[in-house]
């Protein structure tokens, strides 16, 4: 029989902190979208659209993060121990586990992540001796440690107690077929996405097309104050409106683009779904190929 364990980190700190995080660069983008549709094109523009630019691009990241924080479980049984992050998938020979012991047995001061909040203590440092502690926890104290002759692990189960003493009922059976170390990192998930023709062709269409926009749209609005957005019913003349207002059209067309961009890249992982990532990455293409056609009328117009 092979038993099995599993275990999850604290989740509720992570979860709140990243939800913040985001409400906080949704805020932080909006406002700056805000004032920079009522400035010209010049450094208060830049000013301005630069926290847009930025939470266009960090909003997804961080969603992701959340996404491999709901999803991180450490699994073990008498063959291996799994550390799953996101994309992420550390195993573990049991046969090569030294010991695992909490943070506090040990008689020196772990260094920690540079860059870490509750719910994502991530990556690696070297210890004096050289040796590589591989950081997946939610928090960066009362950690566990995992060691192997040439790595350590340090995790933040939620039950550190009963994670030991699995690893202690599960030694005591024996390795049967014990798997080769590997480590599975989110890079190996884009390197496959990124040799595969169609899913190349299909990303780099959407970003060429979008980054068209975007220098037509910078150049229209510095060369007019403002544009006409056609006729009212009654025949006569929209009131025209600051030129510069047409960067959210650039913006929304890359907010759309990274969002297609990662959920593509989530479902590509199954082959059975692919089809549903190309007509994402294919969609992004299209939004930006109707915003182009969108500007030909407006300027048109104007």
Not at 188 to 216: E, H, Y
């Amino acid at each position: 029989m092979n038993k099995s364990f599993s275990f999850s980190p604290p989740l509720r700190n992570g979860t709140i902190v990243h939800v913040i995080a985001i409400a906080a660069f949704a805020a932080i983008g909006a406002w700056g979208l805000w004032h920079a549709s009522r400035v010209h094109i010049g450094p208060e523009f830049i000013f301005y659209f630069a926290p847009t630019a930025l939470a266009v691009f960090v909003i997804p990241l961080l969603a992701y993060r959340i996404y491999a924080l709901q999803n991180a479980e450490y699994r073990m049984d008498r063959d291996s121990i799994q550390l799953q992050w996101g994309f992420r998938l550390e195993i573990i020979p049991m046969n090569s586990v030294e010991w695992i012991r909490p943070e506090s047995d040990l008689e020196l001061t772990l260094p920690k992540p540079t860059l870490r909040f509750p719910g994502a203590v991530l990556g690696r440092k070297k210890l004096p001796s050289g040796k590589i502690i591989i950081f997946l926890a939610t928090h960066s104290h009362d950690l566990i440690l995992i060691k192997t002759p040439e790595k350590i692990y340090a995790v933040s189960p939620s039950e550190p107690n009963g994670f030991i003493s699995a690893f202690q009922s599960l030694i005591e059976m024996g390795s049967l077929a014990p798997p080769n170390e590997q480590s599975i990192l989110p890079t190996f998930l884009l390197a496959r996405v990124w040799q595969t023709i169609p899913a190349r062709a299909l990303i780099l269409s959407g970003f060429v097309l979008g980054f068209a926009l975007f220098v037509w749209v910078t150049f229209a609005a510095s060369s007019r104050a403002q544009i006409s957005l056609g006729f009212l019913n009654t025949g006569e003349p929209r009131s025209p409106i600051p030129s510069i207002r047409l960067m959210l059209l650039p913006v929304l067309n890359g907010f759309t683009y990274v969002i297609n961009l990662l959920s593509g890249i989530f479902i590509f992982r199954k082959e059975e779904n692919r089809l549903f990532a190309y007509l994402l990455w294919g969609a992004s293409g299209i939004v930006a190929l109707l915003f182009l056609l969108s500007m030909v009328y407006i300027l048109r117009g104007s």
